[in-house]
């Protein structure tokens, strides 16, 4: 009973003691949350000033140049055996694309890329596109510098990212002006492009005018080789080159349709030039070059395929490939067939395919596989290339091991 | 009760598993007014960039099953494919990079704040914009 006493004294006082802080208790509990909705909003509204702030607002920040804001380099190292173009097995650098793009406000925007090529004895720099663009609307972006020519759907996409396509090289006949291409990869001037809604397709239109190429003479070891050259600085003719394509996209279909029209002079270096900027022109000669390019990818195929067509007065041409590549996540094995074929009609008097030193008759199949190291930086080729091509009349055949690590920083 | 208990299990066996919902939200005073699956996809590809001479600007969620469920249901890639598309796309073009935000906050004060703004934002995650004005849900 006295046990019980005590408990009922201790229950009294402590609800006593309870009954007198409680209200003070709850009024404490009542500022921290008046506090904490306080700082909630005060936190919201300086988040929302952060963000709310316009692209442009901050002065200090338009003076920021964009050049170098995003930098990236492209390049690769390869091994091949005996080969047409490098001789003995050999490792090769292959070329160094550096490049950067920007864009200013929401219609300016640039882009800037050279490449550094690696020799034996020495090492150039050539540029390769500078432009800057104003984006008037969807229909309608001017672009104006040097660009990769409207020729086809490779010349466009991958430029000189080698990480970004399969096989370790372009089509041989695609290849840029200094490697021997047939096909004036560059041009110097204007374009204009866009694309519009047709329906459920997509129609995508490129018009490009500027410089056409020359020909120019180029001697190693006592030998005359020819090879197109992009005319940077001046043109040595009135008539301008026009290059278009037009591409119906229709459900992830790519169908194109282009051609190009120029006068192309052959520069030759043995002569006594005029003056040091207008070099020796021998003949100026009207040249054609149009054709079609297919791109679809279906699941996990996809497939490339553009066909060219050369015509002058005495002669025409055509080159075409046809690349398929099964994308199996890290794994993409590819296959290409790809050929050059020259109907020379006046061989003596044709002053393009049959001068060019990559213009014979040439056929290659190519297989192979890339293996993805890491998807947007590093990637590892192997192939096999079974080259065959026409000197002097008699069929040569090289047959090609070649390895790549292309990667992209 | 074990039969109803049995029924109530082999229900959720067959539940489909779906990812996590999402909803396409726009400035108000933006261009877009419908979310037109077609449309929404060509933007956040980079192919449609203006509308109504208006500067889109699609937003992305960092990485996550939202942006992966809107990547492949809206814009019919992998988030890998993405990547890719975009790579190409700045080197080929020299466009900007759509913008990625870590929170769904972060987004929504995007949006209130750039007319051309485009997002996407977890249906768990809708309550936010209920009482904001220059945020609007756009019907697909």
Known sequence: MKKIRIVLIILLVFGFYLSSSI????????????????LEERIKELEGKEHSMPVGADHMAELKNQFGDNLGAFADINFRTDSREYGESTFTIGAIGLYTSGSYKDRLNFIFEMVIVAHNSKTSVSLERVWTGYTFNDALIVRAGRFHIALGHWNKTYHHGKLLYYTIERPFFLKFEETKGVIPVHIVGLELTGSAKVGAAKLKYWLEVGNGPGIKADRHSGSVFHKLTPTNMFDTNDSKQVAGRLCLDFKGVKLGIFGTKFYVDFFDDTLPAASPFSPPIVVDHQQFIYGADLYFKEKKLEVISEYFRFDNKDEDGEAYYTQLAYLAGKLTPFLRYERLRSH????????YLTLLSGGANRLQYIGGFKYDLDYLRSGLKVQYRFDKMDINGEPDYKKVLELQWAFHF | MRLLLTFIFLFILTFPAFAEDFVIVANREGPLKTAEVGMVKDIYLG??????NVKLKPINLTEGEVKNDFLLTVVGVSAKEYKLHWIKKVFQEGLTLPRFLRSVDEVLAHVRSEKGALAYIPMSEVSKIKKDGQVVILQR
Do not use: C, Y
């Open chain 2, 47 to 52: 192919e449609i960039r203006f509308v109504n």
């Open chain 1, 344 to 351: 020379t009609v006046t061989q003596d008097k044709d002053m």
């Open chain 1, 23 to 38: 209200p003070a208790f709850s009024e404490s509990l009542g500022d921290l949350s008046e506090k904490l909705i306080a």
